[in-house]
């Protein structure tokens, strides 16, 4: 697509008001400036717009207005889970009446299929989904089928395949008052579209018969639904809580999703099963030709094993990989996405561009290079390479207008943004941190940095402040963090092996003061708000290279611009060009914003704003609960442990034989904890 192509103006859209901007105050600094430029751009048709805008300076807030203004459904893309859960808090906030999604990867863990050909060594797929997070992602792709004022905050999972959403929106299953329908037609129509049967807990995606009622829980919610039947009719429905099983409505309908995205109809199976096997000929053809024998065995025996799962029980590891086949695509046409679930003319935004742009460029020749291996050595159709991200120009294709925001953009943004906005000037008046270069040249009396950094942390600290530290190596954050601790100081390490929800919970117990000292490695640079950091202290800060490029610097010392007293300490024995551009840039910031403060008598005010357990909307309401239930019950158990467990589990046996097994869960999962015992 040429990227001087225009997009059809926005005026009628701001007429319809979907999206409504909650905000308890009015922009200010650049804002102002930049929300008009920025609007000006899209009225205009503009394609690609940058807000180059400094850490702190409210680039959420001032894009918050922008979409509030453009008034379409948005998409939102952030580098990693952590800074796109944290954006998804905020917009949460700037949008309470709005349907604001977050979508990421559902793997807590995942290790892809892939073949060593040097020492023949094979690796299968290994992965642990987080159920919550799937949940997230129904929830997200049923906002866009079912409303139009969204927006999605989204990891690059979003260019990664999705079912179709056609097929996806066809399936669903409306259940109404007074429709003609018995229990068992409908139990069959819900498993048909991927709910599992259980006569157990309700989980996202499952089904139970109750005398002459059913109830399920769909997988994009947290609630139950009993559906009460009379003479094969729908009698009433009924919304319930989950744990307490309290009535929260009755609704007159319901519509209800797939369990799945991926969606097949039983006609497209069997056509899909024909194909593979066509597939599956010309390939042990092209290997009887090349006299690799090894290879047209080992593909036959794993397809054929697949084909007989598939045909079975509609489900096969690594069933993806046959994904065209399914989708009835083209041999290299693009995956269904994400992105094929908004409806035309959406926003696009990506946060920390610089970080964000790359990473998708990148995803398509790493996928691509591993299947490649697994196609020539006979572990996969060719067909394989089908299932796959969208290449970056294809990214391009399926999005409209563009608004990158970044502290230091990078060379895609700067060659094809039409309009650059600068949002130097922060509302609360602050500016960035001094900078100090601190190394063996400096001083004969340099202890060196390890011994220097605790030195200068540990002022800080007396104070009640906080203090980040980054390290080269992941290692080296672990090794750093249990130094600290042994020296009696309150420390914790973050890097890209600590899980999700793990991260999410260190930052917020970093910012209540839970401990003292956050050491990282690049997780502590884009896009991470933490206004109690006083001090940073930047390990071999002269060791040239991705961590100690000028972008990295800038960003890693826009961590302490959020506080009146920020400042960072730079350790290097050599001054690199990157270490003096990055110290000119801040330098030239700092000039403008005391400028500008000294021109309007403003006092720079450190930032502050509510701790938010971003985590919480990612924990399901049963750990919620039993979290609850722990501190009321601690007490009673300490008092007479033996006496509270028997009573315990005689509540728990009561509630079964009630069928209530959500509250006999509950009591489960509360005596392990309360006993220190894993659940099985």
Known sequence: MDDSTTIAPISSATTMANLKLHTPWAPAGDQPEAIRKLEEGLERGLRHQTLFGVTGSGKTFTIANIIAKYDKPTLVLAHNKTLAAQLAQEYREFFPENAVHYFVSYYDYYQPEAYIARSDTYIEKEAMINAEIDRLRHAATQALLTRKDVIIVASVSAIYGLGSPEEYEKVHVKIANGSIENRAALIRKLIGIYFERTNADLNPGQVRAIGNSLEFMPVNER?????VFENDAVAHIEQLDPISRTKIKEPKSVFVFPAKHFITSKDERTRAIEDIKLELEKQLARFRREEKPLEAERLKRRTLYDLALIREVGYTSGIENYSRHFDGRKPGQPPYTLLSYFPEGFLTVIDESHVTVPQIGGMYAGDKSRKDVLIEYGFRL????DNRPLTFEEFEERIGQVLYTSATPGPYERAHSEQVVEQVIRPTGLIDPELVVRGVVESKEYKGQIADFIEEAEKVIRSGGRVLATTLTKQMAEDLSAFLREKGIEAR??????KTMDRIDILTNFRKGEFDILVGVNLLREGLDLPEVEFIGILDADKE????????????????????LGRVILYADVMTSSLEHAIDETNRRRALQVAHNKKHHITPKTIHKEIHDIAASMRTEHQRTIDELLVLDKLAYKDDPKAFIKRKREEMSEAVAQLNFETAALIRDELYKLEGKKRK
């Open 223 to 227: 609630v139950i639904y009993r559906i």
């Open 493 to 498: 390490y973050l890097h890209s092996d600590v």
């Open 382 to 385: 060719p067909s394989a390479r």
């Open 545 to 564: 290279g991705f961590l100690r490029s000028e972008t990295s610097l800038i960003q890693t010392i826009g961590r302490a611009a959020r506080n009146v």
